[in-house]
């Protein structure tokens, strides 16, 4: 069966440090791969999702960026951390192909950021 | 600009009490329509989908939801909550190509 991990769940950090935030997938192959936000008091909101190894596609600037090194990671990161880069962070994945939406998206477990 | 709206930010309900969560989209032509849970301390969960076919569609738990094409809406019911379902609902649309969109969630706390 698939699975989905996600870590850390939580994380505290302070301004200007680096992140790094990981997310695999086991049990599928060529999955898409999505990273989501949650601000507090705002909907989840797409940050990145990725089709297949290196292709990366952004949704909103910002001070983040993501890698997908092999077929089932994908690592959100940024250099300097901002207090507004405070939230919930989702990773999830698709079936790729075009028929994702047939099934959903399954979601990792989210990692709470909280940047001091 | 396009959304989904999900208008009940909290919503407090004794047990056995009927629910019913608003969700409304502003985007036009075929969406594909969601509704996710996630209980406490838990990754969300699909309880729900919309395609084609059937307005009505019944999920996981004895919730339902009926969309509405006329209205924009996908309203997320069951007719009889328990403790467990006390947890945060999210609405979501699918427009186009893989991207999913949510509502800002609407948390239900269930009294026993």
């Known amino acids: 069966s698939q699975t989905i991990h996600q870590w850390p769940a939580t994380l505290v950090q302070p301004v200007g440090s680096p992140l790094s935030l990981e997310c695999t997938v086991e049990?599928?192959?060529?999955?898409?791969l999505y990273w989501y936000r949650q601000a507090a008091g705002r909907g989840l909101q797409l940050l990145f999702y990725?089709?297949?190894?290196?292709?990366i596609s952004s949704e909103v600037p910002q001070n983040l960026s993501a890698s997908r090194p092999q077929d089932r990671q994908f690592i959100l990161s940024s250099k300097k951390l901002l207090l507004s880069d405070s939230g919930f962070y989702l990773c999830?994945?698709?079936?790729?192909?075009?028929?994702?939406?047939?099934?959903?998206?399954?979601f990792g477990s989210g990692t709470r950021l909280t940047v001091v | 600009a396009q959304s989904v709206s999900q208008h009940n930010h909290h919503v407090i309900l004794s047990e056995a009490a009927s629910l019913e969560l608003g969700c409304n989209y502003s985007y036009g032509g075929t969406v594909n329509l969601f509704w996710y849970v996630q209980y406490p301390g838990q990754h969300l969960q699909l309880l729900l989908k919309y395609f084609s076919g059937d307005p009505l569609v019944k999920g996981i738990k004895g919730f339902e939801a009926e969309f509405i094409k006329s209205k924009f809406s996908f309203n997320l019911r069951k007719p009889s909550v328990q403790w467990s379902d006390t947890a945060e609902y999210f609405c979501a649309v699918i427009k186009g190509a893989n991207n999913l969109f949510f509502g800002t969630g609407t948390r239900l706390t269930v009294i026993p």
């Open positions: 990725s089709v297949g190894i290196g292709q």
């Open positions: 049990g599928t192959s060529n999955p898409n």
């Open positions: 999830a994945w698709s079936l790729g192909g075009g028929r994702d939406q047939l099934f959903g998206y399954t």
